[in-house]
């Protein structure tokens, strides 16, 4: 009996704290993505310093000491028996203790990471006298044939690795100590015992994953060598990284012989987006009007999503043109789109956001990846049967070089940010480079030593979050999987595109997006596949690809 009357009181304690809480909270997550989403529409210093103080403000409410107190005590007597009411203390605790530091601390870690993003967020490359945005680096590394230029253009865009990296160096030496005044080792582990995830099983992960893509990576290598030698008439041993059609050989360079650009030349890709979305049920014309999708000066130059009140308000910032890439990223921006708003809006708003990073990076992908699929431009550009018969196979050729060369490519990232933050002092220039050689098969120019690790923004903007794209892209082939033999039976998965298809909408939005964060995220994948997360069904992929064969037809 005391037992039950202390279980109600308590309820009763942490309801009172809800309350208190939701009032402090949700006006500043609100103010906070207003202001991050003006600084990243103008660029200007005021705009972002506006969004540095929003930031601040959140740290002052976190930092709390009193109410983690609550918290911790609440949590330590276990007597929260409600589901809903124990997975938001379950949250809270864990995104109160990583700010249970000095918020004089928390607030230059702040400040720092905010001046470092005004950086990338304005730096422009600037070759032979002509100011070129990411856009224009990409488009030049994609389409010359002069080595020459090609080399001067990546030169000129690493240049902003020096202009970051002492800065970048002093912001993991202060986020490694706040973390170390928690009880973790580093910063790294913190953010994925912070997000749900045990270090050690996201490392055996990507151990398994490398072991399961070496041979086939390498294998692909060998031949985008070959043909990339032949393009630009050198030698396969002269190929260096501003051969490989991408400022970090991230993605595949488009070897064979498909011009995916040509089809969306003319194309409104804003209007196929929102007519496949449509097609599955979603309904985003809102979300498109609210939305930013060109490139304007000052404007960041990369694309996210933004739910800008857990209310509906969820928008896009792209930087569109038609062409492949930009539809690519349309489809999965606006997949992140569609999770958020499908959200149940009776959730608790702490509940009210995707289970995890790796579950909307798993439902953007999952749509990002038929901006290649020949059955999905049949619908999208109305290929001819005869054009999409041409296109099927080397389309899977290319999706597997695609998904490679981004497996490795993430093997690389994942690692480097491991070791930064295990030891930021080392000669972090050598420690890129060893394991851009071993993983990406890439070689490092000779004499080079710059510190091209500080390039990419990500380490930045989001620290310790590469490895999430891995998992979303496992998570992804399992969900195409089970849509393609539970939801709408075929004997063609892999070329699923799902469109005009409501069914495969119905079943993400009650199975994967309704219930929000309700579930832990590996909870989320084994109730809606019926298994827990698995890399066999995308290493099948891959194999099935190579062997020009479908697996599930087995």
């Known amino acids: 009996y005391q037992r039950r009357v202390h279980g109600i009181f308590q309820m009763k304690k942490f309801q009172e704290f809800l309350i208190e809480f939701e009032k402090a909270y949700i006006p500043l997550f609100k103010e906070w993505a207003q202001n991050y989403w003006v600084a990243s529409l103008t660029g200007k210093s005021e705009d972002w310093d506006k969004s540095e103080v929003s930031s601040k403000k959140q740290n002052a409410l976190f930092s709390n000491k009193a109410h983690f107190a609550v918290l911790k005590e609440l949590k330590e007597e276990g007597k929260i028996a409600d589901p809903i009411a124990k997975r938001q203390l379950e949250l809270l605790y864990l995104w109160f203790l990583g700010s249970q530091v000095d918020t004089v601390k928390l607030d230059a870690v702040t400040t720092l990471a905010t001046q470092i993003e005004k950086k990338f967020n304005n730096f422009r490359a600037i070759y032979k006298g002509k100011t070129m945005t990411d856009n224009d680096v990409l488009a030049t590394l994609k389409t010359s044939t002069d080595s020459a230029e090609l080399e001067g253009v990546w030169l000129e865009q690493k240049k902003i690795g020096k202009l970051v990296m002492e800065d970048m160096k002093k912001l993991v030496h202060m986020r490694n100590e706040n973390a170390k005044c928690l009880g973790f080792k580093n910063y790294h582990q913190m953010s994925l015992v912070l997000a749900e995830q045990d270090p050690e099983n996201i490392l055996d ?62 194309k409104d890709i804003s209007k196929i987006t929102e007519s496949y979305y449509g097609g599955l049920g979603f309904e985003i014309a809102d979300i498109l009007k609210h939305s930013d999708l060109y490139q304007k000066e000052g404007k960041s130059q990369h694309a996210y999503c933004l739910d800008m009140n857990r209310e509906g308000d969820v928008r896009v910032l792209s930087n569109n043109s038609d062409n492949h890439r930009w539809m690519g990223t349309m489809l999965h921006e606006c997949g992140h789109a569609i999770y958020e708003k499908s959200i149940d809006s009776k959730l608790p708003f702490i509940l009210r956001e995707e ?46 070089l695609d998904q490679l060369v981004f497996s490795r ?146």
């Open 355 to 400: 289970a995890h990073i790796c579950t909307t990076e798993a439902i953007a992908m999952l749509f990002e990846r038929l901006a290649s699929n020949a059955s999905w431009l049949h619908w999208a550009v109305g290929l001819t049967p005869e054009q999409m018969k041409a296109i099927s196979e080397t389309s899977y050729k290319q999706y597997v």
């Open 205 to 266: 992960i990507f151990d398994k994953l490398d072991a399961l893509t070496k041979k086939s990576f390498e294998i692909k290598k060998k031949e985008l060598d070959t043909y990339l030698a032949g393009l630009y008439k050198i030698k396969e041993e002269e190929l260096m990284p501003w051969h490989y059609h991408n400022q970090f050989f991230q993605e595949g360079p488009m070897i064979y012989k498909i011009d995916y650009d040509s089809l969306f030349k003319g």
């Open 409 to 554: 490519w993430s093997q690389v990232m994942y690692r480097f940010e491991k070791t930064l933050y295990e030891n930021p002092e080392q000669n972090l220039d050598d420690v890129w480079w060893q394991l851009v050689e071993k993983y990406q098969l890439i070689k490092k120019p000779a004499g080079r030593h710059e510190p091209d690790w500080a390039c990419k923004n990500h380490t930045v903007t989001s620290p310790c979050y590469y490895h999430n794209y891995l998992l979303g892209n496992l998570f992804s082939s399992q969900l195409n999987y089970y849509i393609g033999s539970k939801i709408v039976p075929t004997d063609k998965i892999l070329g699923m595109e799902y469109a005009r298809n409501p069914e495969v909408g119905k079943y993400l939005r009650e199975k994967v997006f309704a219930p929000g964060k309700f579930y832990h995220w590996k909870e989320l994948i084994e109730r809606s596949t019926g298994e827990e997360l698995n890399p066999k069904y995308y290493a099948l992929e891959i194999e099935d690809c190579l062997k020009h064969q479908n697996y599930y037809n087995k």
